[in-house]
């Protein structure tokens, strides 16, 4: 079983569409959470960290299970902008090292 | 946010040399670099993790000797492929980790550099 798992997608959906993803994680020793935004041939860009009580930013609302070792992430309204790969990331406690989901692609169309 | 950033942006070589790239944080001192690579479609995967002045940690399955990693400074870490070859090609990418301080508030936090798009002819 992978550390990190995500369903890649794609999710094609209309702008103005709400879309969430789930990511799971095996290692229930994990501490830190996070969703990294991804457009083609570029580096990953931090989207948001994601704490115990759910956090949300604008269009953006992260959530983690810690019984379930699952994360969220949901994006209301959605932008053609918002077209790109969401990767989420787990860190333990060893080296606090990021280990990658393999992202999920996300398509807004007009 | 912080700074990250990678030399050179893209690299086309020939079968058997060696490619040098380099990783630097331009804004703050970071603690901890990390070398990733990532196949087209695929997620990042981590290579190693190297700490200013001591020897790189690699992941298990790279080579260490392949894949060279020198951290001289706190804002600076390079990794060289040796002998390179084309099943080496990939997109590599730096993340750098340190204390970003704004304002009276401080956080820890990693920052990934452009990424350095590798071909192997």
């Known amino acids: 079983r992978k550390e990190v798992e995500q369903d890649p997608g794609p999710f094609n959906v209309p702008e103005g569409a709400t879309v969430a993803f789930n990511c799971t994680y095996s290692?229930?020793?994990?501490?830190?959470f996070f969703w990294y935004r991804q457009d083609c041939r570029k580096e990953p860009k931090l989207l948001m960290s994601?704490?115990?009580s759910g956090n949300e930013d604008g269009r953006f609302t992260a959530q983690l299970n810690r019984a379930s070792q699952y994360i969220s992430l949901l994006i209301r309204d959605s932008k053609l902008s918002d077209s790109a790969t969401y990767l989420c990331?787990?860190?333990?406690?060893?080296?606090?090292?990021?280990?990658f989901g393999a992202g999920t692609i996300l398509r807004v169309k007009s | 946010g912080a700074v990250v950033s990678q030399h050179p942006s893209r690299v086309i070589c020939k079968s058997g040399t060696s490619v040098k790239i380099e990783c630097r944080s331009l804004?703050?001192?970071?603690?901890?670099m990390f070398w990733y690579r990532q196949f087209p479609k695929k997620s990042l995967m981590l290579m190693a993790t190297?700490?200013?002045?001591?020897?790189?940690?690699?992941e298990q399955g790279v080579e260490k000797d392949k894949f060279l990693i020198n951290h001289a400074s706190l804002t600076l870490s390079t990794l060289t492929v040796t002998s390179a070859h084309p099943e080496d090609s990939s997109f590599y990418i730096c993340?750098?980790?340190?204390?970003?301080?704004?304002?009276?508030?401080?956080?820890?936090?990693?920052?990934f550099g452009p990424g350095t798009r590798l071909t192997v002819l």
């Open positions: 993340s750098a980790r340190g204390i970003i301080f704004s304002g009276l508030s401080s956080y820890n936090e990693q920052f």
């Open positions: 290692n229930s020793a994990s501490q830190s």
């Open positions: 994601v704490y115990s």
């Open positions: 990331a787990v860190a333990g406690v060893v080296g606090n090292k990021l280990v």
């Open positions: 804004d703050f001192q970071a603690t901890t």
């Open positions: 190297s700490n200013e002045g001591s020897k790189a940690t690699y």
